[in-house]
């Protein structure tokens, strides 16, 4: 049964700081423009600062519906679910605002120190009805490791910007961080305005991630559900062999003149 809520109550508090990813919800004014859904999972980017208020460190993607969409009517929803313990899902309806990377607000957000590879803005919520569900339908997963692979790829990018500052080496800036952004992220599926300051800023990209750092695997299957595996298979493939085995007598038979059933 829904729940709603005119601001974030404590125990919701505690139970969003938990959960290992969110999802992000926005759309356009144009009733024929894209609705967009992202889903965001990167350790320590979502945060809540009061209990009407959130914010998260958006990073680098191929695509800035989010930006654009917040840029032209400022809506947009944030869901969060429960896939272990007890059900729940949760919605944080808001106004969000966006904070380029370089601008004096993004710096207040996140300072050097706290800044992942990737990132380009600063989106604050202002929550203006919280909501929860039962959640029942949603499957139970259990959490194995957060993915590295575009802090990885990005931080090699950051690499490029930082070693054409100072430099006259535009060959080098051109596969930076702040080309990629002005190829990908200006402008929205429907032409909206995405990044507008970010590309141009003078503001050097500086790296604090530890590329020594493990690698997640992959989550490989117990033995019992490997075995498990392996039977389902055997038993579809022994039943497609005796179909394949019956068509062919059938047709062995026939060809001789006798019936497959004969009285």
């Not at 999802?23 to 009407?52: E, I, Q, Y």
């Not at 959130?54 to 840029?71: C, K, N």
């Not at 050097?112 to 499957?139: H, L, M, W």
Request: glycine share 8%; with cysteine; charged share 20%.
């Amino acid at each position: 049964m829904a729940k709603y809520y005119d601001e974030l109550p404590e125990f919701l508090i505690e139970w969003i700081k938990k959960q290992h990813m969110f999802w992000v919800a926005s759309a356009p004014l144009n009733p024929d423009g894209h609705v967009n859904v992202s889903p965001k999972g990167t350790a320590d980017c979502f945060h809540v600062l009061n209990s009407r208020q959130v914010w998260y460190q958006d990073l680098t993607g191929s695509g800035v519906e989010t930006i654009s969409h917040i840029r032209e009517n400022g809506r947009v929803t944030v869901m969060l679910s429960a896939f272990e313990g007890p059900p729940r899902i949760m919605r944080l309806y808001g106004i969000g605002t966006v904070y380029e990377y370089g601008t004096q607000e993004y710096e207040s957000f996140i300072p050097p120190e706290t800044r992942k590879p990737g990132s380009r803005a600063a989106i604050v919520i202002d929550v203006y009805k919280c909501q929860t569900t039962c959640g029942f339908a949603v499957p139970i997963y259990d959490f194995v490791s957060h993915r590295t692979q575009l802090l990885r790829m990005v931080d090699n990018v950051e690499a490029l910007d930082r070693a054409s500052d100072g430099t006259s080496s535009t060959e080098i800036s051109q596969k930076g961080i702040k080309a990629y952004w002005t190829q990908k992220n200006l402008r929205s599926l429907d032409g909206l305005p995405g990044l507008l300051t970010a590309p141009d800023s003078k503001v050097t990209p500086v790296s604090v991630f530890d590329r020594d750092s493990p690698r997640p695997k992959l989550h490989r299957l117990s033995s019992k559900q490997e075995g498990a595996l392996s039977s389902g298979a055997n038993l579809a493939i022994g039943f497609v062999l005796g179909a394949l085995a019956a068509t062919l007598l059938h047709r062995v038979l026939s060809g001789n003149g006798i019936g497959m059933f004969t009285t």
